[in-house]
């Protein structure tokens, strides 16, 4: 079946570099497309959006880039800071008329002082 | 605004004892979903309600049942409850039956002995 998949399931970074975090996804059909944080013990906290007609968006210190010849959604963080170490999930509007999404596995990111 | 509100936080059961998940929103959204999240498995979806006075299964529905209450407030069942049934459950919402992002709830720790 269709999934959404994550290159790598950790990232450790130094604070003040820039994050890069990385998802493949396999639903051609899929044209919405989302990344969210999720902190240890709470639920997940929506990031950033885009829609299939975008190759890129922008939000306050981050940018997803979508790119849709090789299926790929990543999501770049700015001077990484310590608040941003999470686990960092992308999810796919799975099609069809009815708005259900489909998550990856998550991305567990840590920033290192 | 609360946002999205699950009670209980934390929950112990017996095997086939059973119980009920509320979750209320205030954001006047009109779909509502419940996943659950387990280890290396991501969010899977349980069920959802499109719009108040619908419900659809979702990936994982077998054991559980689901009331959409009014617009607020949409529950979870778990009826005889079995110990693959441990798991963290969230509920989501959004505002409309279309693309835009599903706003969490900190979910509720559940254990079944």
Redesign the interface.
């Known amino acids: 079946g269709e999934s959404v998949g994550l290159h790598l399931p950790t990232l450790s970074v130094q604070e003040g570099d820039n994050s890069i975090i990385n998802c493949a996804y396999s639903n051609s059909a899929s044209d919405y497309f989302i990344w969210y944080k999720q902190e240890s013990g709470k639920g997940p906290q929506f990031i950033i959006d885009i829609r299939s007609n975008m190759d890129k968006r922008q939000g306050q210190r981050v940018t997803v880039l979508l790119n849709k010849t090789v299926k790929h959604l990543s999501l770049q963080i700015a001077a990484t800071q310590p608040g941003d170490s999470a686990v960092y999930f992308c999810a796919e509007n799975s099609g069809g008329s009815n708005y259900k999404l489909t998550f990856g596995k998550g991305t567990l990111l840590t920033v290192n002082p | 605004n609360a946002g999205?509100t699950q009670t209980p936080k934390f929950q112990v059961l017996k095997t086939g004892q059973s119980m009920t998940l509320q979750c209320a929103q205030d954001m006047n959204h009109n779909?509502m979903y419940w996943y659950r999240q387990d280890p290396?498995?991501?969010?899977r979806?349980i069920y959802?309600s499109?719009s108040e006075g619908t419900t659809?299964k979702?990936e994982v529905p077998n054991g559980y049942n689901v009331s959409r209450l009014n617009k607020r407030e949409f529950s979870l069942r778990l009826e005889s409850a079995a110990p693959s049934q441990t798991s963290v459950y969230?509920c989501?919402s959004?505002r409309l039956?279309?693309?835009?992002?599903?706003?969490?709830?900190?979910?509720t720790r559940l254990s079944i002995l």
């Not at chain 2, 290396?40 to 969010?43: F, I, K």
């Not at chain 2, 039956?97 to 900190?106: A, C, L």
């Open positions: 999205v779909s290396g498995m991501g969010l979806l959802y499109a659809d979702g969230f989501a959004t039956y279309s693309n835009q992002p599903q706003h969490f709830g900190d979910g």
